[in-house]
């Protein structure tokens, strides 16, 4: 996942991330939750969600952290961390997010995470309404009020320098300098970003604790396993413009894929979030 973040004076933020899980694991597209304002993919085998969106401008993206070895089994889910920053306590976890009913505050957050085990996850929390950005996990620490920029976050701790995670965001920075020209192609250079299949080097790759050739498969912007069995399932770009300081247009597109790697579901949605007064200025 890359994302430029409160960088360009008309682009409040731009957001390019790919879901990599195995295929055989099933998850329904992006879609409106029903009975909820929630907009995400969903994980059938967990309930919960890798990333989404709420209509009211919050936005939460999830990342396991590669530790091999170090799964306990039995834990909570960790797909029901993004659901709690949009709306709290939205899938059914027990306690205690059960306790979390209303949409927690950044020391909301914090206090029940902590509280809260699971396996090693970073969760970023987007509040376009607050122009806030945290990034809390359990491996890494908790990092609140991220700073205009352009972040990067993979399956270490935010902006480790995985030489995919640098590739991703120096086309992320290329492409939103390319959009402000004439038309609006940023939407397709991210996408087109995010099926990068470039391989890295072996005296460049990171050292994780997975064989050798794991990491050559998982060190590619979009992953492919020759056995079709892992890979990047989805990718999805969010672009949020600022058309006024009241007005902002919130764009997400889903582009899945299949185990061969080619496109099968599309999803597009676009709303117009309405900030008060006091907000986006």
Sequence with gaps: MAMAWQVHPHLPLVLAANRDEFHDRAARPMAWWEGQDILAGQDLQAGGTWLGLSREGRIGVLTNVREPGAQQAGLPSRGALVPLWLKGGAVGDPSPLQALRTEPSEQEMSQHLQAWPTNGYNLLGLDLVKAQAHCWSNRHGHRHHLEPGVYGL????????????????QRLAQACSQAAGPGDPLTALLIEALT?????????????????????????????????????????VIVVRRPSAQHWQVHVVEQGWNPQGQPSSRVEQSWTLSLPPTAGA
């Design 154 to 169: 993979s399956n270490a701790a935010l902006d480790t320098p995985w030489p995919k995670l640098q590739r991703l965001k």
């Design 196 to 236: 990068d299949r470039e391989p890295v080097a072996d005296e460049h790759l990171p050292q994780t604790g997975v064989p050798l050739e794991w990491e050559r498969w998982l060190s590619r912007i979009f992953i492919e396993t020759p056995d079709a069995r892992y890979g990047t399932r989805c990718s999805t």
